[in-house]
């Protein structure tokens, strides 16, 4: 292929840095008249020309162009070079990740004057949301609603904002992109009631162009997210997701990534599913992942052969892990996360920036957003992009979705229409709540919580008689606070919507110590898998190390004292269903826990208890903090 005369002429005839725009064009010249030059030479000369190139102080904004295979050019450079290198450079492909990626880097402090970005930027708006928790009416400060009138979030606030968007968007001609990264089941009466049927009609209503796979969509088993995967009317995106045949799922159309069309421009989504199936939700045993970095790195490179030049990767995975993946997959332009209920930006327990920026050695940068749970907060991320595909510019945040905002009507009358279901279990009266004690999600992943320590001392109300000392239920079991005031049974079912059984089992001492320093495990010790206790009682250094953090944990006797575990002694206690079976990875409990005896389910033995407590004016009792103590304030 002809390198343009002319290009070499412009570019030989810089006085500044003749030797070194002479050496670019040397090798740009061989780099164009090899189309099957192999990889690694490729990036061998290309590391070679940014070393020789790296003195230079000017700045290149954008240079190389993304030619495709159909012989056409994207938007991501050609016209750049165009009058320069001619038509000739449409006939070749030029593995994108290096040209856009490597070369584009090693040559970005050459030429910049030469051209300027600003008009080839192209603006790419995404708007999404995570860990909607079937929160169809919305939320407020204590959990889930079930009016959306003056609720915050909900499914049709949800809606109609992003319908909104994407019709004014059309009009300009502007691009947006909307998301869900997964989550959506579980969490409120309403998915307890209606289950995956009610689940898949709500999504069906949604206006998404991709989503991923959370762990709680594997809570109901295999088959059935195979049945609502197929009746979804997007595509659902899970790159690491390993086809077994054995397994249901691979039966179900859950591509790695799927392609965007904006007016030519091409953006591919890569699905990252929540990977923990096994471990702490019902995938069945032949579900297998790929290793999570691998299988973006596989789907990103897949993409980029098809022109690709804007990806955007929706997981699963949590706040960090997506920080790590970043760092990973730098061919990664943004991801947009779940998992954690990670709240980013100028908000209250915000636990960074709004996006968060990933900068990698090339000078690209990938960006990170998360927003948060429950539908409060609809995120809303503007980019814009050089024509090679990087990020020049950015701006974005959460916006809460205030009662005051338009609700989506066809949403909104499915949510009255759920109710209709539920409507038995809110007229079932349980007793009235004056306690003001921490309560709720996040709370009962932060320390002793109201409704943690009601439902533990309920547990081991039922377990004495068969012999128990202590109980525990990790505090990710609990999903919304009590309210202060009236209680009902679908309040209950709120706190514990995941229908676990509780049982009796015999632990060691040293197993369950064991479960206590696993609960605490998580880098900043706050997290779902923190023990909420009854008759037990734990002291920790939020500073040690992980493993090390119990300082002391003691079993409260019948003589009123209270003892620390012995490793050696048999400990009779009561918990659920979930963490016996080794859920949140407590595979010790799972592997040498004796199941005694199966119970009811742990709402059931919640309203009994808490029935049996109430004084003559129906008054609910108020559970005795300082069983967990030391844990860090957030």
Known sequence: MQVNQRMLEFLASTNTHNRAIAQFTDKCELFLAEPDLDESLWNKQVSVTHQRLATSSRRLDSILLSPTRQGRHDVSGS??????????????????????????????????????????????????????????????????VYDDTDAVGGLARVTALVADEKAKAKVQGKAVLALDAGDFWQGTHFFRTGGMPWAQEAMRRMPWDAVTLGNHEFDLGCETLARYVKALPFPVLASNLEKNPACPLSSAPLPASVVKDFDGVKVGIIGLANDEGKDISEACPETNFADRATALRRAAAELEKSGVTHIIAVTHVGYEADQALARAVPTIDVIVGGHTHSILGNHPHSEGPYPTVIPHADGSQTLVVQAGRSTRYLGRLSVSFDDAGRIVQFKGDLEELVPSLRRDEAMHEFVVRSLEAIRADQERFVGVNSSTLPDGLDPCREGDCLSGMATADAFLAWGRSRGAVAAILNGGAIRAAMPIGPVTYADLLDIHPFGNHIQLADVSGAVLREALEHGISEPDVIGPRVLQTSG?????????????RIVTAEIHTEKGTWDPIQPENVYRIVTISYLLGGGDHFSMLEQHAKILETGPLEVDVLEAYLHGKQDRDDHLPTPVPGRIIGMPVR
Do not use: E, K
């Not at 856009?100 to 080839?120: N, Y």
């Not at 002291?539 to 090390?548: C, E, F, K, T, W």
């Open 79 to 144: 016209r750049m070079l165009a009058p320069c290198f001619g038509n000739a450079m449409s006939l070749a492909y030029v593995p994108l990740h290096s040209l856009r990626r490597a070369f584009v880097a090693a040559t970005c402090s050459l030429v910049g004057s030469f051209v300027s970005p600003a008009s080839f930027a192209w603006d790419l708006t995404i708007l999404h949301v995570n860990d909607v928790h079937s929160a169809a009416a919305g939320v407020n400060d204590r959990g889930p």
């Open 536 to 548: 037990l009682r734990y002291r920790l250094n939020p500073a040690a190390p992980i493993g090390q």
